[in-house]
Nanobody, 117 residues
Framework: QVQLVESGGGLVQPGGSLRLSCAAT?????VRWYRQAPGEERELVAT???????NYADSVKDRFTISRDNAKNTVYLQMNSLKPEDTAVYYC??????????????WGQGTQVTVSS
């Protein structure tokens, strides 16, 4: 059974950094990180294709970096210069499968990121 397991959230002061991880039990193809703050709609933060191309929301550009370790079936979201408005539950969403044709879309369980002094 395919699972996406997230880790790395927590409490950090403004200006600090966190790295989120999202580990899968199969190959990860396209992956997206979303976040949802209380009372807000879910927001797409970053995307990485299976070929490595990336895209970021304007609100996180130049502060967040999405990356992947294919050998570990793991993707990361490095978050620097964190701001209070980055506080949210962060979700990993990925196409995962043994092969490209067998891939399915999965969600991680979410991890809380709180930026506060």
């Amino acid at each position: 059974q395919v699972q996406l397991v997230e880790s790395g959230g927590g409490l950090v002061q403004p200006g600090g950094s966190l790295r989120l991880s999202c580990a899968a039990t199969r190959t990860i193809f396209t992956v997206r990180w979303y976040r949802q703050a209380p009372g807000e709609e879910r927001e797409l933060v970053a995307t990485m294709s299976q070929f490595g191309s990336t895209n970021y929301a304007d609100s996180v550009k130049d502060r967040f970096t999405i990356s992947r370790d294919n050998a570990k079936n793991t993707v990361y979201l490095q978050m620097n210069s964190l701001k209070p408005e980055d506080t949210a539950v962060y979700y990993c969403n990925a196409e995962v499968g043994s092969t490209y044709l067998e891939r399915r879309n999965y969600w991680g369980q979410g991890t809380q990121v709180t930026v506060s002094s």
